[in-house]
């Protein structure tokens, strides 16, 4: 069985930093575009960031870029999200996300493996 399991989630402060990981059971993901996706209250589901399975091309949401990062390493199949600078716009369930296919896409829609969320909240 396949499974992605976000953790690294929790409550802090306005400028903090936290670091999310997505581990990833039941097949390898070295060949698979990894992201993060969130969805805030009251909000759809919305792109953050997307690495590619070399780990060579990055892009991001305009919203997060020059703040978060992502990375990975293929050996533990294993993908990370680093959040400096955190505000209050950035609460949300953060998701990890894996396509498989040969795209490099920002839709949600391209994206066939999912976890299950991981909450990030940040006080003002």
């Known amino acids: 069985q396949v499974q992605l399991v976000e953790s690294g989630g929790g409550l802090v402060q306005a400028g903090a930093s936290l670091r999310l990981s997505c581990v990833a059971s039941?097949?390898?993901?070295?060949?698979?575009?990894m992201a993060w996706f969130r969805q805030r209250p009251g909000k759809e589901r919305e792109f953050v960031g997307f690495i590619n399975r070399r780990g060579d091309s990055r892009s991001y949401a305009d919203s997060v870029k020059g703040r978060f990062t992502i990375s990975r390493d293929n050996a533990k199949n294993t993908w990370y999200l680093q959040m400096n600078s955190l505000n209050a716009e950035d609460t949300a369930v953060y998701y990890c996300?894996?396509?498989?296919?040969?795209?490099?896409?920002?839709?949600?829609?391209?994206?066939?493996?999912w976890g299950q969320g991981t909450q990030v909240t940040v006080s003002s």
């Open positions: 996300a894996a396509d498989t296919s040969t795209t490099i896409s920002r839709r949600k829609e391209t994206y066939d493996y």
């Open positions: 039941g097949r390898t993901f070295s060949s698979a575009t």
